[in-house]
């Protein structure tokens, strides 16, 4: 069984109620209906009915009556999320007046139906910016406990059968956080290891913080960013098995792992692998999906209490059925 086989499959076991607020794009519907076929999960589309089932006749879309439709401006809740989104935000100026509009962006009232427990997880960017699916995530959901900073974890499937788990790498962060210090760097590292854990079923994450330098092979500030990121890690979650710092080839060839660290338990046995910034995770990641053949799941968002996921608006129907098996394993671990 492929690793996206074996996350699907995970989906289906245990379903979760996701949030599709970009209801009549195409993409997104046609994906809905699918996953409602499959049983991959509890399907909730945020737009007005009449229009939603319009748009699955003209598609041939036969399952999309599973569904709950939550219609922004004509639900039983209504007030029940204007209220919960003024006390989240009253502190921060909003009135209830500009509460009452902001329930009505299908992008806020999915994150409401979460906070208030009535949803699992949310998935857009079809038609959405980052910015415009993180902003109301970031409002209303708010980071994990201990976490401060919002990342993006990629899975890599490679034909180097030899490196990760059978050639399966989670690698962080590719997405969103351009330079992080040592205390988000740190952060990105354990949340990466529980993105390996819940989503690409890693019983065993060993996470190496990747540099130009070996166990002090060289000296630079960002190479003390990084070392003071693995002790801080460590902290955060002491059951981690991390090390730090280790250059890639150290991180994943035994040989070459044991005459630069020796001793380590990470060291070419690295199965997560954490950038020490956003240029580099980004530019890594790509050289390895272009030249080495690998392919690449994700971004998958990481660091927020309940998963909210963020799709490219150039996005394939398979790429969003895949996000939302993502996204329910992300939340069956919450």
Known sequence: MSLIESIIERAKQNKQRIVLPESLEERTITAADRALADGLAEIILIGNPEEIFAKAKELGLTHIGEATIVDPENHP????????????????????EEAQKKVLNPLYLGCLIIKNGDADGQISGALSTTGDTLRPALQIIKCTP??????????????????????????????????????????????????????????????????????GSAK????DKVVEATRLARELASELKIDGELQAD?????????????????AGKANVLVFPNLEVGNIGYKLVQRLGG?????????????????LSRGCSVDDIYKMVAITACQAQSK
């Open 146 to 215: 201990g976490i401060t900073c919002v990342s993006g974890a990629m899975l890599l499937i490679t034909p180097a059968t030899q490196y990760g788990e059978e050639g399966v790498l989670v690698v962080g962060d590719v997405a969103v956080t351009p330079m992080p210090d040592a205390s988000q760097l740190a952060q990105i590292a354990v949340c990466t290891a529980q993105t390996a854990k819940s989503v690409a079923g890693f019983d065993d994450p060993r996470v190496a913080m990747l540099s130009f330098s070996t166990k």
């Open 250 to 266: 150290a991180a994943l060839v035994p040989s070459v792992g044991a005459k630069k660290a020796p001793g380590s338990e990470i």
């Open 77 to 96: 809740k209504k007030e029940e999320y204007t209220n919960l989104l003024f006390e989240l935000r009253k502190n921060k100026g909003m009135t209830i």
């Open 294 to 310: 690998a392919d690449a799941i994700g971004p998958i968002l990481q660091g927020i209490a309940r998963p909210v996921n963020d």
């Open 220 to 223: 630079h500030e960002v190479i």
